[in-house]
């Protein structure tokens, strides 16, 4: 589902840790727009919340709950 307040808010988290989207993007070798749709929600990628999340020192399910509760599997 989209969730454009919690993309604001990933964003602001990983300002203050020093990172950004684009930063991601860079190196995962994608564009940066891949990680701000799934940041967004529009599209998923797991390769790319595990990204997010290890910036923010977390997990994909704490970040996207809904995206891992749907298939059972809290524990990525």
């Known amino acids: 589902s989209v969730d ?3 993309h604001q808010l ?5 300002r203050s840790k ?8 860079r190196s995962l070798c994608v564009l940066q727009s891949s990680v701000t ?8 990628s797991h390769r790319i919340q595990e990204a997010i999340a290890t910036e923010l020192q977390t997990t994909p399910a ?3 709950p809904e995206r891992y509760a749907e ?3 809290i524990s990525h």
């Open 18 to 25: 020093g990172s950004s989207f684009a930063q991601i993007a």
């Open 62 to 64: 704490d970040i996207f």
């Open 37 to 44: 749709v799934v940041s967004q929600g529009y599209r998923r």
């Open 10 to 14: 990933l964003k602001l988290r990983l």
């Open 4 to 6: 454009l307040q919690r």
């Open 71 to 73: 298939r059972g599997d």
